[in-house]
């Protein structure tokens, strides 16, 4: 595991490498900046119990590549 200084630093090369820009705002969001959410308590709950399920092997899970795809159109509709 990386210490906190060597993890400062690898996120920061992660940013400024980065040209997504929705990515961008998803990590200023995390991090508190203009606009950043809350989750209500029934969305916790239920992130509680996808994570449960997850940690129980439940389920099918998905690579970010997958994910993508599948938003994009790619997985699922014949493309």
Known sequence: MK??????LTLAKRILDCDD?????TVDQL???EGSFTLTPAQRSELDADLADFVKGKGKN????????HARGGIGNGA
């Open 21 to 25: 820009e929705d990515q961008l705002r």
């Open 62 to 69: 998905y690579t970010w590549a997958e994910v993508k795809a």
């Open 3 to 8: 210490n906190l200084t060597e993890l400062k």
């Open 31 to 33: 991090m508190g900046g």
